[in-house]
C-alpha cells in the first residue's frame, strides 16, 4: 500500500555514503545524479543533493545535511513528468505527485499550512519536483523514471480489471470503441511523452471515453451538413 513521502536518512559508510537499500529483497541501484535540489510540496527549493533511484524507490540525500534525506517508492507516485514552463515553475525539473494514505481528508488551506509551517508533515504532500543543475539530463532522468515505474505495477484488487497504464492494443482500442469505425492515432515513440501515469485506469478510460465522444460527435455533424447539403439542392429544384 502506498505510504507516500518519507523521511530516509540510513547511508552507508557512517552515514556518509549511499543510501542503505533492500537487496536482501531484491532492490537494486539503478541511476544516480548529483547536484538535484528538491521541492517539497510548495516550498522552496532546497540545497544541493543527489538523486538514488532504484528498483522500488526514489531516495534524495542531502549534501550538506547528512540527517537530511527523503524518498517516495514508485507506488506512492501517481504521475511524473518533465516541467519547462517557467509559469509553471522557475527552473527546469521532474514533476511528481505522490498518493497519500489520506488523500481525501485535508482541504487546500490546511495542506498549505502543514508545507509552509516550521515542522514539515510529509504524510500530506502531495507534490515534489527535483531540479537538476543540469538541464540536460532531465530526459535521462524522466526515462529512467518511466522504467523503475514500469517495474513497479499498481496491485490489481480482486474484481478489478487488467491494464492500469496507458497503453493499449489495437483490439482493446476497438472493444473500448464498441465495434465503432474510430481512427486511432499513436505516438511511435513512447519516449517523447511528457508525462506518464503509474496507473488510474479510470482516467485512462476517460481519455477513451472522450475520443470516441469525439469521433462521434464529428459524424453526427457530417451528417448534420450532409442533410443540409440535400434540402438545399432540394429547394433549388
Known amino acids: 500500500m502506498a505510504v507516500g513521502l518519507r523521511h530516509f536518512t540510513a547511508r552507508a559508510g557512517n552515514g556518509v555514503g549511499e543510501p542503505i537499500l533492500d537487496t536482501d529483497n531484491g532492490e537494486e541501484l539503478?541511476?544516480?545524479?548529483?547536484?538535484?535540489?528538491?521541492?517539497?510540496?510548495?516550498?522552496?527549493?532546497?540545497?544541493?543533493?543527489?538523486?538514488?533511484?532504484?528498483?522500488?524507490?526514489?531516495?534524495?540525500?542531502?549534501?550538506?545535511?547528512?540527517?537530511?534525506?527523503?524518498?517516495?517508492?514508485?507506488?506512492?507516485?501517481?504521475?511524473?513528468?518533465?516541467?519547462?514552463?517557467?509559469?509553471?515553475?522557475p527552473s527546469p525539473c521532474i514533476y511528481t505527485q505522490i498518493e497519500t494514505e489520506a488523500d481525501e481528508v485535508e482541504d487546500e488551506s490546511e495542506d498549505s499550512d502543514s508545507e509552509c509551517s516550521e515542522v514539515l508533515d510529509l504524510s500530506k504532500i502531495r507534490e515534489m519536483r527535483f531540479i537538476p543543475s543540469d538541464a540536460n539530463q532531465l530526459d535521462t532522468l524522466f526515462q529512467v523514471f518511466c522504467e523503475c515505474a514500469e517495474l513497479n505495477p499498481e496491485p490489481i484488487e480482486e474484481g478489478e480489471e487488467e491494464g492500469h497504464n496507458w497503453i493499449f492494443s489495437a483490439d482493446q482500442l476497438e472493444d473500448e470503441a464498441g465495434g465503432d469505425d474510430v481512427e486511432w492515432h499513436f505516438s511511435q515513440n513512447p519516449t517523447n511523452t511528457i508525462g506518464h501515469s503509474n496507473g488510474h485506469h479510470d482516467l485512462a478510460s476517460s481519455v477513451l471515453e472522450l475520443q470516441i465522444n469525439d469521433q462521434r460527435f464529428e459524424d453526427a455533424e457530417e451528417m448534420e451538413q450532409d442533410a443540409d447539403t440535400g434540402h438545399h439542392h432540394q429547394s433549388q429544384q
Do not use: M
Not at 517539497?40 to 532546497?46: F, H, I, L, Q, T
Not at 538514488?52 to 514508485?74: H, M, N, P
Open 30 to 89: 539503478v541511476h544516480v545524479q548529483p547536484s538535484v535540489s528538491v521541492a517539497v510540496g510548495n516550498r522552496a527549493s532546497e540545497s544541493l543533493g543527489t538523486l538514488y533511484i532504484t528498483t522500488r524507490q526514489v531516495i534524495w540525500l542531502s549534501e550538506l545535511d547528512r540527517e537530511k534525506g527523503y524518498a517516495v517508492d514508485f507506488l506512492s507516485l501517481s504521475l511524473h513528468a518533465v516541467s519547462r514552463d517557467p509559469e509553471a515553475y
